[in-house]
């Protein structure tokens, strides 16, 4: 079956380090992939997809690029603010698929 | 807009209460969701409605009945919850299932729901 394996947290960085949180995942066909956001006490946020090979999503200042050769869809961010503290899930749909599959979540914490 | 809105935000009830969550999208979505997440963990698919059919059941107990009464709205019926049904519970929307490529899903803020 389909799974997404993230790096474990917590992460801490002070302010305007970079960022790398690695995802990899086990997939059949072409998966979707997604990073997702929550922010504590709140629910999950779309951060960027990508929905087939080589495509890079970016928003906030986020990117992940969508690698089918290492079936990684890794997220950076290359100057985190204290803002950015959150705790942060890699997801991937399957190509016909309806139900997404989560990671384990990051934890980040930022310094100010 | 991409605003899926839920109602309570909070939610303490007892294990004899019977209670109601509600969700609202106006996106068009044809696709509505219901997960539970514990602290620290991801969210569990609960329930998938499409086109206000239930679609998928991931062998929920009965003391949670959902309900999809048209194409904008979805609510979760809570009735006789154990302590460990505390957590929150999002719902989410997205294009139809059966379509390809980059269906996402659109959460909503989660109702917290504390059950004594």
């Known amino acids: 079956g389909n799974s997404v394996t993230q790096m474990e947290g917590p992460v801490t960085l002070s302010e305007e380090a970079f960022l790398t949180i690695n995802c990899t995942y086990t997939?059949?066909?072409?998966?979707?992939l997604f990073w997702y956001v929550q922010y504590p006490g709140e629910g999950l946020q779309l951060l960027l997809k990508?929905?087939?090979?080589?495509d890079k999503g970016s928003n906030k200042g986020f990117e992940a690029t969508y690698r089918k050769e290492t079936t990684s869809f890794h997220l950076e961010k290359g100057s985190v603010q204290v803002s950015d503290s959150a705790v942060y899930f890699c997801?991937?749909?399957?190509?016909?698929?309806?139900?997404?599959?989560f990671g384990a979540g990051t934890i980040l914490r930022v310094k100010s | 807009d991409t605003e899926v809105t839920q109602t309570p935000k909070h939610l303490v009830m007892g294990m004899t209460n019977k209670k109601s969550l509600k969700c609202e999208q106006h996106?068009?979505?044809?696709?509505m969701y219901w997960y539970k997440q514990k602290a620290k963990k991801p969210p569990e698919l609960m329930f998938v409605?499409?086109?206000?059919?239930?679609?998928i059941n991931e062998s929920v107990p009965s003391r949670f009945s959902p309900e999809c009464p048209n194409s904008s709205l979805l609510n979760l019926h809570l009735h006789a919850l154990q302590p460990e049904d505390s957590a929150l519970y999002l719902c989410?929307?997205?294009?139809?299932?059966?379509?390809?490529?980059?269906?996402?899903?659109?959460f909503g803020p989660g109702t917290r729901l504390l059950v004594l």
């Open positions: 990508a929905t087939k090979a080589d």
């Open positions: 997801a991937l749909e399957g190509e016909y698929g309806n139900k997404l599959v």
């Open positions: 989410a929307s997205s294009h139809p299932l059966r379509q390809r490529g980059g269906k996402t899903q659109y």
């Open positions: 997939a059949t066909g072409y998966p979707s």
């Open positions: 409605y499409s086109y206000e059919k239930l679609s």
């Open positions: 996106m068009g979505h044809r696709a």
